[in-house]
């Protein structure tokens, strides 16, 4: 199982061609992950003052394989996998059941007092692992 949601390409999301332009889809696949988050109860922007921590985003990787235009329904779904110290989230976006965008951002759990990776927290990891099953 994984986390899916409905991004609804605007006008302002394209460019002068119509077709969305790829730091809008970006705009999209963040927001996916900050909805994600929202919805498990760890909210990216309660991660410092909360838990002191933060996941910053250390390498993505994305193929663009189609085009979307404004109006159009992009399915974007996202499966996280957690290491020791990292998230991997994998993207998987579709419209009319045709892969238009895939990719992956790896993000690293790191304290907001210190310098290198920490483990991801137990409850983090079983609210992640939870979205797989």
């Known amino acids: 199982m994984s986390f899916t949601r409905t991004w609804t390409v605007r006008f302002s999301d394209t460019d002068p061609f119509g077709i969305a332009h790829y ?3 970006i705009d999209a696949i963040h ?3 900050d909805m994600l988050m929202e919805s498990i109860g ?6 410092t003052d909360e838990h002191g921590i933060g996941l910053p985003l250390v390498s993505m990787e994305f193929d663009f394989t189609g085009q979307v235009e404004a109006g ?3 399915e974007i779904e ?3 996998s957690v290491g020791e110290s990292s998230v991997q989230l994998e993207y998987r976006a579709t419209h009319d059941d045709t892969v ?3 990719g992956t951002e790896h993000r690293v759990c790191v ?3 210190g310098d290198g990776g920490v483990p991801v927290p ?3 990891r079983t609210a992640l692992d939870g979205v797989r099953d």
Do not use: I
């Open 23 to 25: 730091p809008r889809m």
């Open 78 to 80: 996202l499966t996280p």
């Open 122 to 124: 137990n409850e983090l």
């Open 42 to 47: 760890w909210p990216f922007w309660e991660l």
């Open 111 to 113: 304290p907001v007092d």
């Open 31 to 33: 927001e996916t992950s």
């Open 72 to 74: 159009d329904n992009v």
């Open 100 to 102: 238009v965008f895939s």
